[in-house]
């Protein structure tokens, strides 16, 4: 492929970022509203994730200076746990943007309604039951020994500093609904604007707390209070202005709806959960089997290799609700191009930047953390190969998302967990961090890689799911 053809495929690209949206009433004009509405969440999440960076490079000096090491190390062990609150939905989030994909490919707008109302009351029924838990708690629990702190002022913040921010959690959880709702609609760009919004705002919070030199809790209210305020200016767009027929309504609940959101967010929990282990397990066994300063030679060159899964993650989940308007269409044939598309691209990034990574990764990562590590060529390559894996992995899973099919990704994603963790403990113990990373690539190309390339061309003889494939599989 010459330089033309590159410089005509960014053109093409480029023509889609444009407010306007493409006349929806032919099959073609479809095709194109669906890559312009792609092409926007793709350009603006880049964009939100910059500043996300920035704000993140403003703040951190800022906060570390005004809270001093222990105060600012509890709140950042505060905010690592949004990492594991985050299944605290059961789900319930992308069951409600699968089901709303759905409706806008059959134009059902009862339907949508439905499926928002129901997701909205059964998630505040959720973060209800939560703050009720974490109410009766909280006087027994000892807020200084969870955070390991030892100064007067630092042991008098710990529990306020923790209410705080489970208070901004569990009144986002519901609020939930409207980012989900905009991306089932194939409007993530809108959430990314509003992220951004989140973000400064969280800044501006950040800063008057200093100047009013608050307490921690304060400085954990301004920061997670940002985005929920975020949320609700969105919350106010979505239901009072773009889509006012949805906004939820106790009677607009349904036993149908209710039971298909929750039964494919069930699903969508089990399989998040299990990736998350299966991976998150890394560590733990380098640390157990081989030692605690091995973690470092593994996790430092992982980083690496995970910005390019990061760049990917933001130009392939817009596709997720885009599959499942166009299958509820009925639309295959732009549904088997854009898969074959996702996946060469997927494939033709991660292959050549993987390859840059892995003959100059060792330079790179002395410039970067230092000396002290230096990883070995078969930890590049078979980070490499995994970066390719994930790629392509990803990019189908987008479809298998939209397609519903969530049944056969959680039952394979489980074999793969066991597997991968069992063979981590072996190989760790046999090569050292080598045996980790090939690990997880062995255990996920039998038990993921190749059941999808038996069970995708299947899926298309089978007319792409004329039935709801949660029942059907």
């Not at 959880?173 to 980012?179: A, D, F, K, S």
Request: with cysteine; glycine share 8%; net charge positive.
């Amino acid at each position: 492929m010459n330089a033309a053809y590159w410089v005509s495929r960014i053109k093409h690209i480029v023509s889609f970022i444009r407010l306007k949206p493409f006349d929806t009433s032919t099959i073609e004009g479809r095709s194109s509203e669906r890559h312009r509405r792609i092409v926007l969440t793709a350009v603006t999440s880049a964009g939100a994730r910059g500043v996300t960076l920035l704000t993140g490079l403003v703040s951190v000096p800022l906060t570390v200076r005004y809270l001093g090491a222990e105060r600012y190390g509890m709140w950042m062990t505060i905010s690592s746990v949004i990492s594991i609150l985050r299944f605290a939905d059961l789900g319930l989030g992308n069951g409600l943007l699968n089901a709303v994909s759905e409706a806008n490919g059959k134009d059902d707008r009862v339907m949508a309604r439905e499926y928002v109302s129901s997701a909205f009351f059964m998630l505040s029924g959720v973060a209800a039951l939560l703050a009720v838990i974490f109410a009766v708690v909280f006087p027994y629990i000892s807020w200084q020994q969870v955070f390991n702190v030892s100064s007067v002022q630092a042991i008098a913040e710990a529990g306020p500093a923790m209410a705080a921010f489970m208070g901004c959690f569990l009144l986002g959880m519901p609020l939930g609904v409207v980012q989900r709702t905009q991306l089932g609609y194939q409007e993530g760009f809108i959430n990314s604007v509003l992220e951004v919004v989140g973000r400064l705002l969280g800044l501006a919070g950040i800063l008057l707390v200093i100047v009013l030199k608050a307490r921690l809790p304060w400085l954990v209210l301004a920061m997670a209070g940002g985005p929920v305020i975020a949320s609700l200016l969105n919350g106010f767009y979505v239901f009072g202005f773009r889509r006012p027929w949805l906004y939820p309504r106790f009677g607009y609940v349904t036993r149908i709806a209710a039971r298909k959101v929750l039964n494919t967010g069930l699903l969508f929990f089990v399989l998040q959960v299990v990736i998350a282990l299966a991976f998150a397990s890394d560590n733990l066994v380098i640390a157990q089997v081989v030692g605690a300063s091995a973690v470092t030679l593994y996790a430092v060159p992982m980083k690496l290799f995970q910005m390019l899964d990061m760049v990917l993650q933001m130009i392939l989940s817009p596709l997720w609700p885009a599959y499942g308007e166009a299958i509820a269409r009925k639309d295959v044939g732009w549904v088997k191009r854009t898969l074959v598309r996702s996946t060469s691209l997927g494939a033709l990034f991660s292959v050549s930047s993987s390859v840059i990574l892995i003959i100059f990764g060792a330079q790179i990562i002395r410039l970067w953390a230092g000396p002290e590590i230096t990883p070995s060529f078969g930890l590049l390559l078979g980070l490499g190969v995994w970066t390719v894996l994930k790629a392509v992995g990803n990019a189908v899973a987008m479809f298998l998302n939209g397609a519903n099919v969530i049944k056969f990704q959680a039952v394979t994603a489980v074999f793969m967990g066991i597997s991968a963790l069992a063979l981590k403990i072996v190989l760790s113990q046999m090569v050292g961090i080598l045996g980790v990373i090939w690990a997880t690539v062995i255990a996920y190309s039998v038990c993921v890689a190749v059941p999808m390339g038996i069970y995708i061309p299947r899926l298309f003889k089978s007319e792409l799911l004329p039935k709801s494939s949660v029942e059907a599989i």
